[in-house]
């Protein structure tokens, strides 16, 4: 590729006719514009003759002007790469250091495959790629500036990389000073954009060629979507995005073939142990965490779980399991005698009792029985950083399989299935009934609790989630948030079954992720025709709240509930835990926590983004209705949202 | 005030002599609300995850208050520096004052989840 500094005229580009004519007023001297202006305040008589002056400037050739035109700059390369790739979606909040392919992507590619999503800050789109994918499956790639907008965006990547999500990030920098125009320029590049983001990516390049960009970007995409699944950087510079490109230069270029690589399977003799001792176990019980990948990682998981009689425990990261099937949450940790734990980060955590909220130090104890077997099927293993310590503690465990468990599932069963003698299955089947009647009693006790302050105001959630369910249960829903700081009353009284019931969380429960990945979720699921819930805090919501907007404006329909308990209420809990420690000032916790005084507007908040909103609710009886009337303007493609104010959890 | 863990302290409270005068209700509605006993336990003191049910339970002041000084779980110590025993009287009056719950089958759409 040609890389001079100054490329000569392209006179094929020059434009001619009106906007020579306005090119050369723009050339004019302050004599001439003074005339003018004179002109301007003479008496209007029909059809003026021109002055003088003005004449000779309209007739008289422009003085000589570097003129920068290219039918083909190098960021249509680029994006005959990104359109290799299968992208839906770009999301990006503009930057100049992206420029180039910002506008080869709405022209030369069309804006189509990918679509470009106008966001409102970084941190939204990267949370929305977040979101897609746990609905699609595949990645969503994301623009930003290599500086200021990577920064912007720091907190949802590491959010996204604790979750095993690919987020395919484009970076704009300018690589070589010499070609830096300006202090803002200076100012917005960096030698070496992806070090910020580098503990917590899984890989980066920074090409200085296009034939580089090609084969680093589908490399990229293809080290993302292998297990474990994580965020990448690719840094687009931006003298290769505007430079031209010439027919010749773009004949010799090639963009390679993406193979997607498989995911990575246990070690066939260590699963036919794993297999042994979970068929010769009195009490197998299994804990989900990123489990199922694709729709078909819930079968597997149903299967292993019906095999071996084993109840699940579900740490709700992905939809992994039936809520309403027999085995789901009829287990225990400390009743279990061999436990296998399914991609959990942090093995430790479970066969442990926590340390009270209010002490620092590690004095837990281990919960499960004397004598528990632990497995892992993990695929965390394959894969460490040191700096950001979410790998957890280090897991004492019986047998630890290096591989990604969906992956590894299908040989598993297989493997037990093989195990299984007449003896076995007999004592197999004789605990059905036994985890079946722990399940109904679950479900009963959760329905007599959710009965609680359920005329209360504010509302309670478990009002609010059965308002929702009584509303959405004959609809294709997708629940699109978590459950966490909703006492998980929508996975108490809601049957998830479909891969597309529920998101999971935040991954590293970096607060400000939740608006953004709901409407990243949300418009995954606009293709399908799906009823997309979200039930929205009111402190996440305040990071970006203009993700409102995004969804306003490329009409993405989505039922946003807020659970407007108006505090920042995790940390008000844990300022109360301190000051009942300290023994002082226990009513003094609000102090910084509180979002109150005044109150926050969200239904007006919606409005001003272009949003059909009702609220603020404080009476549960009232919130039916809204919902209904809310899910009304949904099914006609919009968003909507009904601003509730909550009980605390 | 913070997740409750009543059975493991029925048999305690009883051994513990009555100390305190019966309590305010009013009063104690003001502190629950006051001393942030809602964060946990709810407003209407339902519970929820963070925190167990503690309205119209059956346990009585005496009890409260000896959990109080020394929970388990997760729930923070108050000692009598932050609430004493008739503020913790009085807050208890508040949580036997709340009303208990409907029956399930008495409210349709929890009636409906149950018959699914």
Known sequence: MARSKKISVDRRGFLKGAAAGAAALVARPEAAKAQDAAEVHRPATPNPLPGAKQTASETTPPPHVDVWTTDRPGSDFMVDVIKTLGFEYVAANPGSAFRGIHESLINYGGNQAPELLTCLHEESSIAMAHGYYKIEGKPMMVMAHGTVGLQHASMAIYNAYADRVPVYLLLGNIQDGAWRRSDVEWAHSVQDAAAMVRDYTKWDDSPVSLGGFAESAVRAYKIATTPPMEPIVIVADAVLQEEPLTDADRAKLQIPKLTLASAPAGDYGAVKEAAKMLVNAESPTIIAGRVARTPEGIQLLVQLAETLQAPIIDKHFRMNFPTAHPLYGAGSIGGADVLLGLEVPDMWQNTHSQTPVNKMGMESKRITKPGAKVITIYAGDLFSKSNYQDFGRYDEVDLAIAADAQATLPILIDECRKLITPERKAVIQGRAAKLAEVSRRNRERDIEQAAWAWDASPVSTARMAAELWNQIKTEDWSLVSDLTFVSNWPGRLWDFDKPYHFIGGHGAYGVGYGAPAAVGAALANKKYGRISVNIQCDGDLNYAPGVLWTAAHHRIPMLNIMHNNRAYHQELMYVEDMAARARRGVDRAKIGTAIEDPNIDYAMMAKAYGMFSEGPIDNPNDLGPAIKRAIEVVKKGEPAMIDVVTQPR | ?116
């Open chain 2, 1 to 116: 005030m913070k997740r409750f863990f009543l059975l493991s302290v029925f048999s305690a409270a009883t051994l513990i002599p009555a100390m305190c005068q019966n309590g305010d209700p009013a009063n104690g509605k003001k502190l629950f609300l006051r001393d942030g006993c809602y964060e946990c336990h709810g407003y209407a003191g339902q519970g929820g995850a963070a925190g167990a049910r503690i309205a119209a339970i059956g346990l009585n002041a005496q009890g409260l208050i000896r959990y109080v000084r020394a929970p388990g779980g997760q729930m923070p110590a108050y000692t009598d520096k932050v609430i004493t025993d008739q503020e913790l009287t009085d807050i208890h009056a508040y949580l036997q004052s709340m009303a208990k719950a409907k029956q399930p089958k008495d409210i349709p759409l929890l009636n409906a989840l149950e018959k699914k």
